[in-house]
């Protein structure tokens, strides 16, 4: 796959960057943890100053990825489409001061494509995943509480 692997993210804002590129299962660690087998995810990555006058990367993505289906416990391929727009924030201590609905991201000048995109992914993902027309009896297993996808985005997200 020849894509940079990194962006110097306030570079790229400025520049007005574009990226695209496919991205596998193999460059995403957390999907496999997480028990996805299988993924095809093309995005375009872009970078602009904002209407606020800040960096900000938008992120298109869609593509499908192979889950497991919580009450039959069988494969279901579940279509992906996210848009999604991220303040470059100059620290953490700004993100954790805004009191927003921006989302934020922390600026740096090695940023892995692949680990931004996999955030974003994790947090798009089914909190349950399941058949739409599931042929296991309806009402076992039914899964509740948070799911592992958004506890692992938060875990990353506070360990940047
Ligand atoms: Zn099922």
Same mark, same amino acid.
């Given at each position: 796959?020849?894509?940079?692997?990194?962006?110097?993210?306030?570079?790229?804002?400025?520049? %007005?960057?574009?990226?695209?590129?496919?991205?596998?299962?193999?460059?995403?660690?957390?999907?496999?943890?997480?028990?996805?087998? /299988? $993924?095809?995810?093309?995005?375009?990555?872009?970078?602009?100053?904002?209407?606020?006058?800040?960096?900000?990367? /938008? $992120?298109?993505?869609?593509?499908?990825?192979?889950?497991?289906?919580?009450?039959?416990?069988?494969?279901? !391929?579940?279509?992906?489409?996210?848009?999604?727009? &991220?303040? $470059? %924030? %100059?620290?953490?201590?700004?993100?954790?001061?805004?009191?927003?609905?921006?989302?934020?991201?922390?600026? /740096?000048?090695?940023?892995?494509?692949?680990? &931004?995109? !996999?955030?974003?992914? &994790?947090?798009?993902?089914?909190?349950?995943?399941?058949?739409?027309?599931?042929?296991?009896?309806?009402?076992?297993?039914?899964?509740?509480?948070?799911?592992?996808?958004?506890?692992?985005?938060? $875990?990353?997200?506070?360990?940047?």
């Amino acid at each position: 796959m020849l894509q940079p692997a990194a962006i110097d993210g306030l570079e790229f804002a400025r520049s %007005a960057g574009v990226l695209k590129g496919r991205l596998g299962i193999e460059s995403l660690p957390r999907l496999v943890q997480s028990g996805c087998s /299988g $993924l095809v995810l093309d995005f375009v990555l872009t970078g602009e100053i904002n209407e606020r006058g800040k960096p900000e990367l /938008g $992120l298109e993505a869609s593509g499908s990825v192979r889950l497991q289906c919580q009450r039959c416990l069988g494969e279901v !391929e579940y279509p992906l489409r996210f848009e999604v727009q &991220l303040e $470059l %924030a %100059a620290s953490e201590a700004e993100i954790l001061a805004a009191d927003d609905d921006v989302d934020r991201v922390l600026a /740096g000048r090695d940023m892995s494509v692949a680990a &931004l995109v !996999e955030d974003e992914l &994790l947090l798009a993902l089914p909190m349950v995943p399941k058949h739409e027309h599931c042929q296991a009896a309806a009402g076992t297993n039914e899964g509740s509480g948070p799911s592992a996808f958004q506890a692992l985005a938060a $875990l990353k997200r506070l360990n940047k």
